[in-house]
């Protein structure tokens, strides 16, 4: 097997669990799990959540604004930058709802570079945020 370097972005949210933000194998960086929460705050833009729990504001936009944020600087911490992306693996938790928000702005930010994109609509994430990104870029 070939080395492989661990990268922590300290400017990302922390990691919800044992893993780091990316990690190189050769010239191929893998992204983890990426969401929109705050790095500084660890809140999701754009919710907000009353003392029963219950979601008093959602504002989708502001999550994939954010999320794509967050991406940027773990690519920057791993040396990489955003026209370094192939690959862009993109979790909604509410396809019907999200989708056609998130493939606008989604287009506003990979205008100038259009790696591969699979989105998948799935049940729930570990955290209550409605995106998720999962990338590979080739630095080097």
Known sequence: ?????????????????????????????????????????????GLQQSKSGNFTQFDFAAQCHSVFQNVQKVLEASGASWNDLVDVTVFLTDMQRDFHTYNQIYAEYFKDNQPCRTTVGIDSLPTPIAIELKCIAVVG
């Open 1 to 45: 097997m070939s080395h492989s370097e661990k990268i922590d972005a300290s400017g990302a949210p922390k990691p919800v669990g044992l893993y780091r933000h990316a990690r190189r194998v050769g010239n191929l960086l893998f992204l983890s799990g990426i969401g929109p929460r705050d790095p500084e705050t660890d809140g999701v833009p």
